[in-house]
């Protein structure tokens, strides 16, 4: 998945040991550019954190997956950005086809009196 957007908050960097060594987690906020912005919280991990550097207010696109996990009969869902585009590349995130060209020997339906008296079963 991807998502577009304004990069307005980088939260502390968080570290721990586990069992197959030490770990690293980078959070960071970005905000929609929306009718109703909307602000998303995702996070890197690892060597994904140095190999997406990325400035606060800088445009950015953030490919992601989404995961959720069940701890003590709760759910807990987390996005991971696994590429961070910033700059040139972060504009262009999708391309729309413009609409079809209407077709000018459409005629639209028209109603009349004797239409709206039809026998209906509703």
Known sequence: MEIKGKAIQMLPLVT???KNGEWRKQEFIIETG???PKKICLSLWGDKISQNPFSMGEEIIVFFDAESREYNGRWFTELRAWKVQTGQAAVPARTVNPAP???PNFEPATFTEESASDDLPF
């Open 34 to 36: 929306d009718q109703y």
């Open 101 to 103: 060209a209407s077709n």
């Open 16 to 18: 721990g040991q586990g």
